[in-house]
């Protein structure tokens, strides 16, 4: 279904974000019709490069992160053609009467303005953009994170960026909600009943969430370095993950219902406090390692000679979230940089049946798994007990009923920068988060970033290519459980 027709200014055209996500992005949008032929692309950067030049690069950007077979010459040149460029800079004075002009050729479009700069230009690109008229009732402002660093620099960005666009106009992205897994989420607890009723502390014994990555810090190590695991995966994409597993349900799928019942799972997080954040946290730093069968460099010798860096690339957690649903349940979380595979779950841990009739050596109380799989091979198992075939007796095994999304709907799973840009262009919020969430999501992190700096220790190094430090391991196993393994 096409969207409206719109002027997408892209500030911070130039940069990897722009590049890597939201040309290909846009581009499948385009070929698959979903965007009017009247619509425009606008770049907005320092650079001082022309629409041609910029026309040029965004070719380069789809060769190289559209695949082949998805990218035709006709479908890419009639895309180019919807790009513009004007050099803008965006704290400062110069180009904003340039894309005012621009912008005023197609007065009545509706206009997303995505800011894919650095954080600390938020505040003053939507200075200007005020300052130039520019804000009008189809205008909504898409923020990338990270929104701050902490409560404090979060809070100046949201303030800065709500005196000139009212919070309904404000898009705050965190992008694992844009993929199509996350959101099945909400159509497998909700849309089933018989998940929802088994979906507590009764029957639950607890819940993993792991966001593994193969991947070092590439290019980005200057922000990086500054940021580490907590700052860039937990704060948003994992606590989001765990809102989507811990809610209850939301009155219906409106923006503000989905974000009301998310942000109650944020509010009952116990914070981590320095007394218990040597037993429920692990931080780790990658050292040099094999990946996926290559020999890779550690963490300190990608930042560069002489590198004295603590910044952690993996972290493991034990949460609680404090409701009646989950008293007692933990949630264990996992992210890291150079693990063994880029694969991220939610694994759901059922208790195990509370007596066995069959013989000791059956295994008969083996507990059911739910097997969550987000990216890649996107799909769920269920691991029921089932009698192994044969005449041996009364003998059990866990098998899994599987579901892999991949086979049963036969089509492209769009990235999530297609569905989120379109929602923008739409004016529907429900993926995005609003800014109780981001701030109340930075207060737990600050709690527990306070708790590391209050008994500051190393980080622990771990071998790239393994699932991180021995500790993450006993993390889980002094309670008598592990990782799941069935990758
Ligand atoms: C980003 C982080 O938000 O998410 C990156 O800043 C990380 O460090 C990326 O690599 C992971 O996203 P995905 O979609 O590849 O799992």
């Given at each position: 279904?096409?969207?409206?027709?719109?002027?997408?200014?892209?500030?911070g055209?130039?940069?990897?974000?722009?590049?890597?996500?939201?040309?290909?992005?846009?581009?499948y949008?385009?070929?698959?019709?979903?965007?009017?032929?009247?619509?425009?692309?606008?770049?907005?950067?320092?650079?001082?490069?022309?629409g041609?030049?910029?026309?040029?690069?965004?070719?380069?950007a789809?060769?190289r992160?559209v695949?082949?077979?998805?990218?035709?010459?006709?479908?890419?040149?009639?895309?180019v053609?919807?790009?513009?460029?004007?050099?803008?800079?965006?704290?400062?004075?110069?180009g904003?009467?340039?894309?005012?002009?621009k912008?005023?050729?197609r007065?009545?479009?509706?206009?997303p303005?995505?800011l894919?700069?650095?954080?600390d230009?938020?505040?003053?690109?939507?200075?200007?953009?005020?300052r130039?008229?520019?804000?009008?009732?189809?205008?909504?402002v898409?923020?990338?994170?990270?929104?701050g660093?902490?409560?404090?620099?979060a809070?100046?960005?949201?303030?800065?960026?709500?005196?000139?666009f009212?919070e309904?106009?404000?898009f705050r992205?965190?992008?694992?909600?844009?993929k199509?897994?996350?959101?099945?989420?909400?159509?497998?607890?909700?849309?089933?009943?018989?998940?929802?009723?088994?979906?507590?502390?009764?029957?639950?014994?607890h819940?993993?969430i792991?966001?593994?990555?193969?991947?070092?810090?590439e290019g980005?190590a200057g922000?990086?370095?500054?940021?580490g695991?907590?700052?860039?995966?937990?704060?948003?994409?994992l606590?989001?993950l765990l809102?989507?597993?811990?809610?209850?349900?939301?009155?219906?799928?409106?923006a503000?219902?989905?974000r009301d019942?998310?942000?109650?799972?944020?509010?009952?997080?116990?914070?981590?406090?320095?007394?218990?954040v040597?037993?429920?946290?692990?931080?780790?730093?990658?050292a040099?390692?094999?990946?996926?069968?290559?020999p890779?460099?550690?963490?300190?010798?990608d930042?560069?000679p002489?590198?004295?860096?603590?910044?952690?690339?993996?972290v493991?957690l034990?949460l609680e979230?404090?409701?009646?649903?989950?008293?007692?349940?933990p949630?264990?979380l996992?992210?890291?940089?150079?693990?063994?595979?880029?694969?991220?779950?939610?694994?759901?841990?059922?208790?195990?049946?509370?007596?066995?009739?069959?013989p000791?050596?059956s295994?008969?109380?083996?507990?059911?798994r739910?097997?969550i799989?987000?990216?890649p091979?996107e799909?769920?198992?269920?691991?029921?007990?089932?009698?192994d075939?044969?005449?041996?007796?009364?003998r059990?095994?866990?098998?899994g009923l599987?579901?892999?999304?991949?086979?049963?709907?036969?089509?492209r799973?769009?990235?999530a920068?297609?569905?989120l840009?379109m929602?923008v262009?739409?004016?529907?919020?429900t993926l995005?988060?609003?800014?109780?969430e981001?701030?109340?999501a930075?207060?737990?992190?600050?709690s527990?970033l306070k708790?590391?700096a209050?008994?500051?220790?190393?980080p622990?190094?771990?071998?790239?290519?393994?699932?991180g430090?021995?500790a993450?391991?006993?993390?889980?196993?002094?309670?008598?459980?592990?990782w799941?393994?069935?990758?």
């Open positions: 279904i096409p969207v409206a027709s719109f002027d997408c200014v892209v500030f055209a130039t940069g990897d974000l722009t590049t890597r996500k939201l040309l290909p992005a846009l581009y949008r385009y070929k698959d019709g979903q965007i009017p032929p009247t619509s425009r692309i606008i770049g907005a950067s320092r650079s001082e490069i022309t041609d030049q910029f026309r040029e690069r965004a070719r380069d789809l060769k992160f695949p082949g077979h998805d990218l035709t010459e006709e479908a890419l040149s009639a895309f053609d919807h790009l513009g460029y004007v050099a803008v800079d965006g704290a400062g004075e110069d904003w009467e340039a894309l005012a002009e912008l005023a050729e007065p009545d479009q509706v206009r303005y995505y894919a700069t650095s954080p230009l938020y505040g003053a690109i939507c200075r200007n953009l005020a130039h008229g520019l804000i009008g009732e189809k205008s909504r898409v923020l990338e994170k990270p929104i660093k902490d409560l404090k620099s809070r100046a960005i949201n303030d800065a960026v709500g005196e000139v009212p309904e106009q404000i992205i965190d992008h694992y909600l844009g199509e897994t996350v959101q099945n989420l909400l159509a497998l607890r909700f849309a089933n009943t018989i998940f929802e009723r088994l979906w507590t502390a009764d029957v639950i014994d819940v993993q792991t966001v593994g990555e193969t991947v070092g810090v980005r922000y990086y370095d500054t940021s695991a907590l700052r860039d995966m937990v704060q948003n994409h606590l989001q809102c989507l597993t811990a809610m209850e349900s939301p009155l219906n799928l409106d503000n219902s989905v019942e998310k942000l109650k799972v944020l509010r009952a997080l116990k914070p981590i406090t320095v007394n218990d040597q037993h429920v946290t692990v931080r780790g730093q990658y040099a390692g094999a990946v996926e069968g290559k890779v460099e550690g963490y300190l010798t930042l560069g002489g590198s004295q860096s603590r910044t952690e690339t993996f493991a034990k979230v404090q409701s009646w649903r989950w008293a007692g349940v949630f264990y996992r992210t890291g940089k150079r693990l063994p595979q880029k694969m991220s779950e939610i694994v759901v841990q059922f208790r195990a049946s509370p007596f066995s009739i069959f000791e050596e295994f008969g109380r083996e507990p059911n739910l097997v799989r987000l990216q091979q799909g769920m198992k269920l691991e029921v007990m089932t009698k075939p044969g005449p041996g007796g009364m059990l095994r866990p098998t599987d579901i892999s999304f991949e086979e049963t709907f036969k089509q799973y769009p990235d920068y297609e569905r840009l929602d262009v739409r004016g529907n919020p995005f988060m609003r800014r109780d981001v701030e109340v930075w207060a737990w992190a600050d527990l708790a590391w209050d008994r500051p220790e190393a622990r190094p771990y071998a790239a290519g393994s699932w430090p021995t993450a391991i006993a993390l889980i196993e002094r309670d008598g459980r592990t799941h393994e069935d990758l």
